[in-house]
T-cell receptor, first 112, second 113 residues
Framework: GENVEQHPSTLSVQEGDSAVIKCTYS??????FPWYKQELGKGPQLIID?????GEKKDQRIAVTLNKTAKHFSLHITETQPEDSAVYFC???????????FGSGTQLTVLP | DAGVIQSPRHEVTEMGQEVTLRCKPI?????LFWYRQTMMRGLELLIY????????DSGMPEDRFSAKMPNASFSTLKIQPSEPRDSAVYFC???????????FGPGTRLTVL
């Protein structure tokens, strides 16, 4: 089955700096890669996703890149703010949102 | 719009007791997922339903766990008998056949003493 590895497990950045979280996946048939943000005491919420026919996608301060050949995808957050502090999860699946396999999560702390 | 609703939000029980977790998916969503989240194992898919029918239960840890979806607006995850190692946060999520995003509920934090 699919295996998703996520790095780093913790990340601290100064407010205004950029943050990058990286994931690798094992199943070359995976074609859907969402990123979720989980705040304390809440369920994960989708923040951005990308499909395998696209190399990059941006939404304001958030961007995701995908390298299908290397089976890597990354989350980039620019101009970080304290409210960006949370746990971020990457995930991968074949065929839309069924059976997502999640990475182990990254605790992002944005220091004021 | 109401999101995915889970109850209870917190459950504390003693080993050996039966525990029932409840989920109401977003109206119109025809896929429902149950996940378990622990520090050691992260987010694990336990089982998912499509149109109230269980499609894949390979993530259910053992026979003590069972899940049902009697109708499109309600699902239960039951643990009988519960054990301390079942302590975790259990999430329910839903999505549509043509959609991509899985919408998660707030979770149920289960503590088995």
């Amino acid at each position: 089955g699919e295996n998703v590895e996520q790095h780093p497990s913790t990340l601290s950045v100064q407010e205004g700096d950029s943050a990058v979280i990286k994931c690798t996946y094992s199943d070359s048939a995976s074609n859907y890669f969402p990123w979720y943000k989980q705040e304390l005491g809440k369920g994960p919420q989708l923040i951005i996703d990308i499909r395998s026919n696209v190399g990059e996608k941006k939404d304001q301060r958030i961007a995701v890149t995908l390298n299908k050949t290397a089976k890597h995808f990354s989350l980039h957050i620019t101009e970080t703010q304290p409210e960006d502090s949370a746990v971020y999860f990457c995930a991968a699946s074949r065929g839309s949102a069924r059976q997502l396999t999640f990475g182990s999560g990254t605790q992002l702390t944005v220091l004021p | 719009d109401a999101g995915v609703i889970q109850s209870p939000r917190h459950e504390v029980t003693e080993m050996g007791q039966e525990v029932t977790l409840r989920c109401k998916p977003i109206s119109g969503h025809d896929y429902l997922f149950w996940y378990r989240q622990t520090m050691m194992r992260g987010l694990e898919l336990l089982i998912y339903f499509n149109n109230n029918v269980p499609i894949d239960d390979s993530g259910m840890p053992e026979d003590r766990f069972s899940a049902k979806m009697p109708n499109a607006s309600f699902s239960t995850l039951k643990i009988q008998p519960s054990e301390p190692r079942d302590s975790a946060v259990y999430f329910c999520a839903s999505t549509t056949t043509v959609g991509d995003t899985q919408y998660f509920g707030p979770g149920t934090r289960l503590t088995v003493l």
